[in-house]
């Protein structure tokens, strides 16, 4: 019993540890990207710094999460799920804003600041790796981080397309597919929480 607990704490401890790393990667990522995304005009920066968010927010609640019951870890990738998908829903408006008034995003830094992204979001791919199959708190941390290194490789693409095409609509595009890639992801991870029922509530 008492080896049961110490393996239970080490696997709470490493969770931990992964969590908060991903979450100051995170925190530091959406406050570079937003600033960029804004000075830049590129509506796809700055939906992958909104999903930046999303994602340490959802850190924040997973670790909240570690080694407490059940119910608590489903309660946490629910709300994570519904953090997800509002952030997903306010760069939606964003988009449609830009579809409207227009706007004029600077290729360059969308490629260069996408590839910062890119570096950070695998390494956060790598931390969470070992924990991708454990409680659905940490399999809501691997979705979305493997949503964001497919969100920047979008953005690399897209500020690539822009200076090609000289056209703001690859931008726009991006912007929308990377909503959609946080929506979806939100969604899932609340279809996930709801799959699994409490130990403690399937006794009763």
């Not at 409680?135 to 979305?144: C, E, L, N, T």
Request: proline share 2%.
């Amino acid at each position: 019993m008492s080896d049961c607990g110490c393996e239970i704490e080490i696997k709470n401890k490493s969770e931990a540890k992964v969590l908060i790393i991903l979450l100051l990667i995170n925190a530091a990522m959406f406050v570079v990207e937003i600033s960029v995304g804004l000075f830049a005009q590129s509506t796809g920066l700055i939906a992958d710094s909104m999903d930046m968010l999303a994602d340490a927010s959802v850190y924040a609640i997973s670790l909240y999460a570690v080694g407490r019951s059940l119910t608590v870890k489903n309660k946490a990738a629910y709300i994570s799920g519904i953090m997800q998908i509002s952030l997903g829903v306010l760069v939606l408006l964003d988009i449609t804003r830009r579809f409207i008034y227009g706007s004029e995003p600077e290729s360059s830094l969308m490629m260069i600041f996408g590839l910062i992204a890119l570096v950070a979001n695998t390494l956060c791919l790598i931390l969470i790796y070992k924990h991708r199959h454990g409680d659905v708190h940490m399999r809501a941390s691997w979705i979305f981080s493997t949503n964001d290194v497919i969100a920047n490789i979008g953005v690399i693409i897209s500020g690539g397309l822009v200076a090609w095409l000289a056209s703001p609509y690859p931008d726009l595009i991006i912007g929308l597919l990377i909503s959609a890639i946080v929506i979806r992801g939100g969604l899932s991870i609340i279809k996930d929480s709801k799959k699994e029922i409490p130990v403690e509530e399937a006794s009763n």
